[in-house]
């Protein structure tokens, strides 16, 4: 069975510093990645994906994502944290021949502060 | 691209009524729709999955004679919460995704539903 874990609820840090929401990930076969972010009363916004090649993946709104196998992470990052950044972010993960269907992790809030 | 629509965004229904919500994607061909149900500061929870033209998979635990789920066409999936109550209250959410592809696809959400069932 494949899992998610997303060890903080909630991560704070200031506008301008960098920011790191981290994500391990328990799946059979090579596993495909997902982060979305989830702004209040909204749906759920794709943010990038690993499926295969580089480990590093760059996606919208400057973030990026680092593919570790042997950690089994894929923690979501980003240069300079906005205030607008803050919303609920969520990792999945899925496999191949999986239908496409996702496990998500808990969820991590993060609030940039002026 | 890879739009997904909504509709509606929210509504009110009196217990003991049915409500129906629909899921489009707006700018593909969806040949997989997921719902799913998310509870207030939680997770999501998946309820089924829909390929066009054939009968949902409900997951366990969700009663398919309660929910009722239609994926008609490749752009269109409707979710009718069957003689609502209180406790189906709730914010649902549909995604959809192209899954004839060779690799695997992106779910695209759409903003989701709130329901209140009084």
């Known amino acids: 069975a494949q899992s998610v874990a997303q060890p903080e609820d909630q991560v704070n840090v200031a506008e301008g510093n960098p920011l790191t929401v981290k994500c391990t990930y328990s799946v059979s076969g090579n596993p495909y990645l997902f982060w979305y972010v989830q702004y209040p009363n909204r749906g759920l916004q794709f943010l990038l994906k690993y499926i295969t090649g580089d480990n590093l993946v760059k996606g919208s709104y400057g973030f990026e994502a680092e593919f570790n196998k042997s950690q089994t992470s894929f923690h979501l990052k980003k240069p300079s944290a906005l205030v607008s950044d803050s919303a609920l972010y969520f990792c999945a993960v899925t496999f191949k021949n999986a239908g496409n269907m996702l496990t998500f992790g808990g969820g991590t809030r993060l609030m940039v502060k002026p | 691209g890879a739009v997904v629509s909504q509709h509606p965004s929210r509504v009110i229904c009196k217990s003991g009524t049915s409500v129906k919500i629909e899921c489009r994607s707006l700018d593909f061909q969806a040949t997989t729709m997921f719902w799913y149900r998310q509870f207030p500061k939680q997770s999501l929870m998946l309820m089924a999955t829909s390929n066009e033209g054939s009968k949902a998979t409900y997951e366990q635990g969700v009663e398919k004679d309660k929910f009722l789920i239609n994926h008609a066409s490749l752009t269109l999936s409707t979710l009718t919460v069957t003689s609502a109550h209180p406790e189906d209250s709730s914010f649902y959410i549909c995604?959809?995704?192209?899954?004839?592809?060779?690799?695997?696809?992106?779910?695209?959400f759409g903003p989701g539903t709130r329901l209140t069932v009084l």
């Open positions: 995604s959809a995704s192209d899954t004839s592809g060779v690799l695997v696809d992106t779910q695209y």
